[in-house]
C-alpha cells in the first residue's frame, strides 16, 4: 500500500535515503577508497574502450546525461548520450571499443532495447543498468548492474532517478580507476559524497513543510523555466520534466547560458524561474542569468547551498553541503516541488494522463 501517503510518488520520495542506501550497500569500501559492482566485463576490455554510447529515454536519459559528465570528466572517456529512439550505431572502424550502457528503470522499454540491439547487432559490447531483476535487458546486454531501488509504482520516476546517478557515480569512479584516470583524492571525494547523500536527502525531506509552501504560492503559473549548468543542466530537466508530467504545467529545462539565445523572450513575472545553484553547477555564471530573469520581473527560487547566492533570489532551498552530489539532492526537494504543485492542482499524480510506467511501444 501507501504506506500512509496520500500518493506512490509521496512514498517513493520518502523512501529514497533507504533506496540509496542500498544502492550503495557493499559498493564502496570503508575508507571510500574503491568500488565493487560485480563487473563481469573484463578489465582489459574496460581498458580499452575509446567511447561509450549511453541510451535511454525520459528519466533514464537525464540520469544519463548526468553520467556522462562524470564519465567524461573522471574515466576520461569520450562520452555521448541519445534519446533511444533517436539512436543509431556508429562506433567507428572497430565498434568493439564502444561500449553502449542502456540506462533503463523498467528493463522493458521498447525504445531501449531496439536501440540496445542494433549496437548488439554491430559489434559493439553492452552493459545495462537497471532496476528490475530478470527484465528483458539484463537478459540482451553483456553485463548488468542493478540500481536496488526497489519497486516503484507511481508512473513519475523519482527514486529510481536518484539511484540511476548515484551508481553511475559508482560505476564512473570504477571505470576511471580501471583506466587509471583518476587519484585517490578525487575518488575518495566522490565516493564520500555517494556516501552522505542518503543523509542530506534526509535533510531535504525534513523541510518538505518549507518546500509545499512554496509550491502552493507558486501553483497558479501556468510555465516554469528550469536552469542549470554542467550536471545542474540534467537536473534542469528532469525536474522540469516531472513538473510537466504530473502538473500538466509547461515546464523547460535549459542550460543557464542558453536562456539568452531565445527562451528569455518568454521570460515575465508570471514565468516562476528555478535555478540550480550547488556546488558542481557553476553556480556564479548562472547568477548572471539568474540577474537577466530578475530584471524581466520573473520570481526565482535557487537551489542553493551556499548562503551567498541567497539575496540573488526570491526563495531558496537550502541543500545541505554534500559535495559533489549536491546537484542530486536539489532534485530531491524539485520532486517535492512538482508533487505538492500537482497537488494543490488536484491531478491524479500517480496515473498522469496519457502516460504508463513501462512503454513498451516503439
Ligand atoms: C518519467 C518517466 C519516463 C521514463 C521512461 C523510461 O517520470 O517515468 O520518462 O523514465 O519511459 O523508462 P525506463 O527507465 O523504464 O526505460
Keep these: 500500500?501507501?504506506?500512509?501517503?496520500?500518493?506512490?510518488?509521496?512514498?517513493?520520495?520518502?523512501?529514497?535515503?533507504?533506496?540509496?542506501?542500498?544502492?550503495?550497500?557493499?559498493?564502496?569500501?570503508?575508507?571510500?577508497?574503491?568500488?565493487?559492482?560485480?563487473?563481469?566485463?573484463?578489465?582489459?576490455?574496460?581498458?580499452?574502450?575509446?567511447?561509450?554510447?549511453?541510451?535511454?529515454?525520459?528519466?533514464?536519459?537525464?540520469?544519463?546525461?548526468?553520467?556522462?559528465?562524470?564519465?567524461?570528466?573522471?574515466?576520461?572517456?569520450?562520452?555521448?548520450?541519445?534519446?533511444?529512439?533517436?539512436?543509431e550505431f556508429n562506433g567507428g572502424r572497430d565498434p568493439w571499443r564502444t561500449l553502449v550502457i542502456a540506462i533503463t528503470q523498467s528493463g522493458e522499454t521498447a525504445d531501449t532495447l531496439s536501440a540496445l540491439r542494433t549496437a548488439t547487432r554491430a559489434g559493439a559490447r553492452t552493459l545495462a543498468l537497471t532496476n528490475t531483476l530478470g527484465s528483458t535487458v539484463t537478459r540482451e546486454a553483456d553485463d548488468t548492474v542493478f540500481i536496488r531501488a526497489g519497486p516503484e509504482i507511481g508512473v513519475a520516476a523519482t527514486k529510481t532517478f536518484v539511484s540511476q546517478v548515484a551508481t553511475a557515480t559508482l560505476f564512473s569512479v570504477y571505470l576511471a580507476q580501471v583506466r587509471n584516470?583518476?587519484?585517490?583524492?578525487?575518488?575518495?571525494?566522490?565516493?564520500?559524497?555517494?556516501?552522505?547523500?542518503?543523509?542530506?536527502?534526509?535533510?531535504?525531506?525534513?523541510?518538505?513543510?518549507?518546500?509545499?509552501?512554496?509550491?502552493?504560492?507558486?501553483?497558479?503559473?501556468?510555465?516554469?523555466?528550469?536552469?542549470?549548468?554542467?550536471?545542474?543542466?540534467?537536473?534542469?530537466?528532469?525536474s522540469a520534466l516531472k513538473l510537466k508530467e504530473i502538473s500538466y504545467d509547461h515546464a523547460e529545462g535549459f542550460p543557464a547560458g542558453e536562456l539568452k539565445h531565445g527562451p528569455l523572450a518568454l521570460v515575465t513575472s508570471e514565468t516562476p524561474v528555478i535555478a540550480l545553484l550547488t556546488d558542481e553547477t557553476r553556480p556564479k555564471k548562472t547568477l548572471n542569468?539568474?540577474?537577466?530573469?530578475?530584471?524581466?520581473?520573473?520570481?526565482?527560487?535557487?537551489?542553493?547551498?551556499d548562503p551567498e547566492t541567497t539575496g540573488h533570489v526570491d526563495t531558496t532551498f537550502d541543500i545541505p553541503d554534500c559535495g559533489a552530489m549536491e546537484p542530486v539532492v536539489g532534485n530531491v526537494a524539485l520532486q517535492l516541488f512538482a508533487y505538492y504543485v500537482a497537488d494543490e492542482k488536484g491531478r491524479p499524480i500517480d496515473k498522469p494522463r496519457n502516460l504508463a510506467k513501462s512503454v513498451t511501444v516503439e
Excluded at 289 to 305: C, D, F, L, M, T
Aim: proline share 3%; glycine share 8%; aromatic share 6%.
Design 1 to 87: 500500500g501507501k504506506g500512509g501517503y496520500d500518493h506512490y510518488m509521496l512514498k517513493e520520495i520518502h523512501e529514497q535515503p533507504r533506496a540509496l542506501r542500498q544502492a550503495i550497500s557493499g559498493r564502496v569500501d570503508e575508507l571510500a577508497t574503491s568500488v565493487d559492482l560485480d563487473i563481469d566485463l573484463p578489465e582489459e576490455y574496460l581498458q580499452s574502450v575509446e567511447e561509450i554510447q549511453i541510451i535511454a529515454c525520459g528519466t533514464s536519459y537525464h540520469a544519463g546525461l548526468y553520467a556522462a559528465e562524470l564519465l567524461e570528466a573522471h574515466a576520461e572517456v569520450r562520452t555521448s548520450v541519445h534519446v533511444a529512439s533517436e539512436y
Design 181 to 238: 584516470g583518476i587519484s585517490t583524492k578525487t575518488a575518495t571525494r566522490l565516493l564520500e559524497s555517494v556516501r552522505d547523500l542518503p543523509g542530506a536527502v534526509q535533510q531535504i525531506l525534513d523541510q518538505e513543510d518549507i518546500i509545499k509552501e512554496t509550491a502552493r504560492e507558486y501553483a497558479d503559473s501556468d510555465a516554469f523555466f528550469y536552469i542549470g549548468r554542467a550536471v545542474g543542466y540534467p537536473v534542469a530537466l528532469e
Design 289 to 305: 542569468n539568474v540577474k537577466e530573469v530578475k530584471s524581466r520581473g520573473a520570481p526565482v527560487i535557487g537551489i542553493a547551498s
